[in-house]
């Protein structure tokens, strides 16, 4: 882990201390991975803020890029957790208010308002001077990050930020694509999904991760625990090309292994610009550029978070049906936004 222990919160130790539960401000609360932190974070005793544009008020990044637009919405809560992103560039919802401005904003509110302890979701594979490391989704990322630790270098936050490997689980829209292309008997891929490796998550695993870490060190209430601070990359236990991942999801699902065939250069560019036209797929040149620089980090740090072995790609499936069939946390349905913790 390159995260680092820092100073005991302050927040965070009075919620401990008092009585009502704590409550945590969780920007993205509507997204796929928002729905299952604001599930794993109730589960550990929580009350959840939801801020995104279908929450009450609603919380539009584009316009919220200054300190001021966050203050109300930080009152009371002992924890923020910023899970905003989008995979496009557009007019609409623009990288660098998203990815940056924004969420710049909302970390120094926090710093100005006393609430330490923030986590955001960044992603893995950001850094580097290839391709990928260039893209606007890269680019903007960084700038978050940056200042996140820069603040809590500064001593004014105890900031996190997570770079998950590809995240799988029920609502994904990355997880919904590779679903559909295990079910096809040919598997036509970019050369790069023979080449480079993924390291797959399930997006239960890093839910309880974001819930543990913003329960410490409330939920130890030990004087002198220290939360996590600084960058983390988590990944899942193992590390495979996109092609293997989705023959394991094949697998899983007991069909015989599909035929691969890879995809000539020029196709795979003409199928990304393709998915560049159409807003809500997540194939397109960008995400080409990303998977080709492969996205895996050491295994150790997820286990050694949640207390237990994370959920190999292997056990996705099965997980998957298993959590439908209890209606676990992990699948319930969004409620609108709407929350117990509504700003005030
Ligand atoms: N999924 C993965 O495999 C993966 C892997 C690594 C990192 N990540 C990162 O994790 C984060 C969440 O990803 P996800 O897969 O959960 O994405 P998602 O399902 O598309 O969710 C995105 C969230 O951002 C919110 N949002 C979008 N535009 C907004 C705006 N203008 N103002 C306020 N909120 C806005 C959406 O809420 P509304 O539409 O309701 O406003 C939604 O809650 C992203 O930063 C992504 O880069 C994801």
Redesign the pocket.
Known sequence: MSAQAATPSAASAASAASAAPPLALLC???????RHIACALRAAGWQVRPA???SAPA????RATHASDWQPLLQGASAVIN????LRDSRA?PMQA?HADAPCALFEACAASGVRRVIH?S??GIDGDGPAARTPYARTKRQAEERLLALTAQGRLDGIALR?S??FGAG???TRLFLALARLPVLALPRCAFTARVQPLAVWDLAEAVARLAASPAASHAANARPLTGLLELAGPQPLTLAAYIQQLRASQGRPPARALALPACITRASARLGDALPFSPWCTQSLHLLSAGNVASPAALPELLGRPATAPAQFMQALAAAAQADAPGVRKPQN?RDEGGAP
């Open positions: 993205g609360a509507s997204g796929f991975i928002g995104s544009r279908r919380v539009d990044y584009t899970a905003v992103g989008v919802r998203l979701i992603a893995l998950p590809l995240v994904g829209a990355s936004g």
